[in-house]
């Protein structure tokens, strides 16, 4: 029986051990059991800050989307109104154009008038001057003389002619 109580000894021994064994690895097992949950709810805990980070975010660039779509639309009007702007002064200069255009040919009508006019009368020789005196046409220095009187008396007239544009336009 001594055999017996030694085996007994040594199976008792045994099973504490395995017993010991068992409760260690139970244990370890429930403190990373823990462990894990917790790394579990950490990790929940950062994915609802990151959450929260990126939602906020979101909403600062849908606030800045909205403001662009704003400026974007303001700026469009501008440009509309500017072409219009533009359009109207473009129709402005080709009317100041056109009417330029109408002087200078009714100028030249004038002047190609009294160009045939003195070509045709060539035998006349003395004409009036605009201030009713007789001119000598035969005469260079005279000829001159009503020419110079005639350029200053024409820049008079356009100047005349500016002046009362100038007031229409005003």
Not at 59 to 82: F, G, H, N
Not at 98 to 115: G, N, P, T
Not at 135 to 164: A, H, M, Y
Request: hydrophobic share 30%; glycine share 6%; charged share 35%.
């Amino acid at each position: 029986m001594a055999e017996s109580g030694g085996y007994s000894g040594w199976l008792g021994g045994y099973a504490k051990s395995v017993a010991g064994s068992v409760s260690a690895f139970t244990q370890d097992i429930l403190e990373e059991t823990r462990s894990e949950t917790q790394d579990v709810n950490s990790l929940l805990k950062h994915s609802y800050q990151k959450t929260a980070e990126c939602e906020a975010k979101i909403e600062a660039l849908d606030a800045e989307i909205l403001k662009m779509k704003s400026e974007l639309s303001e700026a469009a009007e501008d440009r509309e109104v500017a072409e219009l702007q533009l359009q109207e002064v473009g129709d402005r200069w080709r009317n100041v154009v056109k009417e330029k255009d109408e002087e200078i040919k009714a100028m030249k009508e004038k002047i190609e008038e009294l160009e045939s006019y003195n070509l045709n009368d060539s035998t006349r020789t003395r004409a009036t001057s605009g201030a009713g005196d007789v001119v000598d046409f035969s005469d260079p220095f005279v000829c001159e003389l009503e020419i110079g009187r005639l350029n200053k008396e024409n820049q008079t007239l356009r100047t005349k002619v500016e002046k009362i544009s100038a007031r229409k336009n005003e």
